[in-house]
C-alpha cells in the first residue's frame, strides 16, 4: 500500500488538461472535493487505486476526469476496442458515469458509450463498431456484447469497478470474474466500493496490484445532512403512518426503501389511493418504467418513489 501525499486544494493544482479545466469550471466546480483530492493524482500516475466512497462524494469525477487526462494522449480506439472499461452494477449508475464522461469530456474529441441490458443491442453494437475510448457497461451486456464479437479488450489500458460492494451483493462474481479472465494483465485497475469488506478484498487481491489507498468516509456512516429517526409502529398500521408523515410534513420529495418488491408495489399503491403521487421502483419493472419513474422522480411530478435494491 502506498500513501498519498498532501492533497492538493485547487483543480489547477492537479495536472489536468485545459480541456478537462475548462469542462469542470463550466460545471459551477469550484474545487475538488477530498476523494478527488486524492484519487485524480493516483490515477494519472498511472497506479492501480482502492477507494472507499459513497455516492455523493464525487468519486465519479475521481476517477473519470483522470481517465479522460491519460486517454486523450494515446491513440484513439480502434474497430470494436476499447480502451478504459467502467463496469457498474445497475443500468440507472451506468447511465449516470455516462453523462458524467460526457460532460468533463466535452472538449476532448473521445468516443464514449454506454451499455446495459433491457434495451436493444444493435444500436450498441453499432457504436462499438467504431471503436469506444470509454466503455461504461453493466457485466451481463457486456459479456453479450464480448460474445457477438462486438467488443474486444486487445489494447485495453484501464478498468474500473464502481459500487463494487453492490455487485458481490447482487450475485455479479462469476460475471466479473469472466470479464477479468478477458483483459489484458498489464492494465491499470480502479475499485470503487463503499465499504472494504472481506468479500471485496477477497476480490482486490486477484486483481489490483499494490494500490493507492482511499479513503473518505468512515465505514457505513450517513452524511451529516441526514437526519434519523425511528418510528416504533405496527406492522399493519406503516402505510398509514408514511402516509400521514408525508401529508403534515409536506415533503415533496421522499425515497422509501421497502424490503420486497411486492412491498414496493403495495405501498406505492397505497399512497396513490390517497392522492400521493407515487411510483414503485425495482427490478421486475421494465426499463422503460424505471426511466420514466426516476425521470418523474427527480422532475417532481412524483412525490413519492418506492424502491426496492433487487
Ligand atoms: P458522485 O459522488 O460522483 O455521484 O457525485 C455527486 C455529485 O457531486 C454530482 O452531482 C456531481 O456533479 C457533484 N460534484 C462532483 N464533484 C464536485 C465538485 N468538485 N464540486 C461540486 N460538486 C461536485
Request: hydrophobic share 40%; aromatic share 4%; net charge positive.
Amino acid at each position: 500500500m502506498t500513501s498519498t501525499s498532501i492533497a492538493p486544494v485547487t483543480f489547477d493544482d492537479l495536472g489536468l488538461s485545459p480541456q478537462i479545466l475548462k469542462a469542470v469550471l463550466e460545471q459551477g466546480y469550484t474545487k475538488p472535493s477530498p476523494i478527488q483530492a486524492k484519487a485524480i493524482p493516483a490515477v494519472l500516475t498511472g497506479s492501480d487505486v482502492m477507494g472507499a466512497a459513497q455516492t455523493g462524494t464525487g468519486k465519479t469525477a475521481g476517477f473519470t476526469l483522470p481517465i479522460l487526462h491519460r486517454l486523450s494522449a494515446g491513440r484513439r480506439a480502434s474497430s470494436n476496442q476499447v480502451r478504459a472499461l467502467v463496469i457498474t452494477p445497475t443500468r440507472e449508475l451506468a447511465a449516470q458515469v455516462g453523462q458524467s464522461i460526457e460532460t468533463y469530456g466535452k472538449h476532448l474529441s473521445l468516443r464514449s458509450s454506454v451499455v446495459f441490458g433491457g434495451v436493444g443491442i444493435n444500436p450498441q453494437m453499432m457504436k462499438l463498431r467504431k471503436g469506444v475510448d470509454i466503455l461504461v457497461a453493466t457485466p451481463g451486456r457486456l459479456l453479450d456484447l464480448y460474445n457477438q464479437n462486438a467488443v474486444r479488450f486487445k489494447y485495453l489500458e484501464v478498468l474500473v469497478l464502481d459500487e463494487a460492494d453492490r455487485m458481490l451483493d447482487m450475485g455479479f462474481l462469476p460475471d466479473i470474474k469472466r470479464v477479468l479472465s478477458l483483459l489484458p494483465k498489464k492494465r491499470q485497475t480502479l475499485l470503487f466500493s463503499a465499504t472494504f469488506s472481506d468479500d471485496i478484498r477477497r476480490l482486490a487481491k486477484g486483481l489490483i496490484n499494490d494500490p493507492v489507498e482511499i479513503s473518505v468516509t468512515p465505514r457505513n456512516s450517513t452524511v451529516n445532512s441526514v437526519e434519523q429517526w425511528v418510528s416504533p409502529v405496527d406492522k399493519k398500521r406503516k402505510p398509514a403512518l408514511l402516509t400521514k408523515l408525508i401529508i403534515d410534513n409536506n415533503w415533496a420529495q421522499v425515497l422509501v426503501f421497502t424490503r420486497t418488491k411486492h412491498g414496493a408495489n403495495k405501498l406505492a399503491k397505497h399512497l396513490q389511493e390517497n392522492r400521493i403521487k407515487s411510483a414503485a421502483i425495482h427490478g421486475n419493472k421494465s426499463q422503460a418504467a424505471r426511466t420514466k419513474a426516476l425521470a418523474e422522480f427527480k422532475q417532481g411530478v412524483t412525490q413519492v418513489l418506492v424502491a426496492t435494491d433487487r
